[in-house]
């Protein structure tokens, strides 16, 4: 039984840092990639970050590149992306997935989604 439960969310302000958790059961990084997604209100949900240890590496979408960074701490089987430099237009609502294999950036890719942690900055 696979489960995700992300953390971590919350109200911040413009250029505060935040740091998100998504705590894992049933899955193996290893085996399993692992990526956020975010889906603010009236949009899609887009691709944030991904990490596949089988291939060794990790991808960023453009508006997370310097800013964001995800990793794990495989003790925990515990995911983390940790923003900083938030904007207003990182609100959303932030989603730890994984699925079998390698990462892609196609949502629809993945087989476990978390609930989503709210995380809202204010101006």
């Known amino acids: 039984q696979v489960r995700l439960v992300e953390s971590g969310g919350g109200l911040v302000q413009t250029g505060d840092s935040l740091r998100l958790s998504c705590l894992a059961s049933g899955v193996t990084f290893n085996t399993h990639a692992m990526a956020w997604f975010r889906q603010a209100p009236g949009k899609e949900r887009e691709f944030v970050s991904s990490?596949?240890?089988?291939?060794?590496?990790?991808d960023y979408a453009w508006f997370a590149e310097g800013r964001f960074t995800a990793y794990t701490d495989n003790a925990k089987n515990t995911v983390y992306l940790q923003m900083s430099s938030l904007r207003p237009n990182d609100t959303a609502v932030y989603y730890c997935?994984?699925?079998?294999?390698?990462?892609?950036?196609?949502?629809?890719?993945?087989?476990?989604w978390g609930q989503g942690t709210q995380v809202t900055v204010s101006s």
């Open positions: 997935a994984s699925r079998p294999g390698l990462s892609y950036f196609s949502a629809s890719r993945y087989r476990y």
């Open positions: 990490i596949s240890m089988a291939s060794d590496r990790a």
